[in-house]
């Protein structure tokens, strides 16, 4: 089973995610992101990828500026296919806590998933991954505390339980 959320769009973010966009939002550190549903993550990231390929209609309520997280000052918002796509993608979460999730899903989990310990999951052609490795970017548990080395091994935990509980579609009796 195989689900697209375009895998070109994270290797466009990866590079183009500024400092200032990775600052902390003072929010509660320890607490966990919440979990989204798959559909919800991909719809997420299905409309980041098209928000930088440029397939998005011009935003009447784009934001000119921004307040910096750290300093409270006034920042204009440049408009960007990434900005643009940013923030569309994050208008798609109604609950502040789902649009944070999805944001740091975005910028920690799926380099996870981008990882060659992954490969065979993610069929880049198609720009598309498995439903497993999917399930486990959207649905892994992890905060602000959370270490590199710890997200790895949740992420990892987390996409093998999701592997194991995957079906194939050509013999629904064997699993993946």
Known sequence: MWLAPTFSAWQVFSNELSGSQRRSTGRDHHREFVPLTVEEFRNGYATFSDGLDGKLPRDPDFPAEYHDAVTGAAKPVEDTPFNRAWIAAGKLFADEAKRISFYQRVEKVMPLAAN??????????????????????????????????ALRAA?????????????DPDDPDKPQ
């Open 116 to 149: 060659k310990k992954y490969r065979k999951y993610v069929d880049r052609e198609a720009g598309s991954f498995h439903i497993a490795l999917l399930a486990a970017v959207a649905a892994v548990r992890f905060s602000f505390r959370t270490t590199p080395k």
């Open 155 to 167: 992420f990892d935990a987390e996409f093998r339980r999701r592997l194991a509980a995957a079906v």
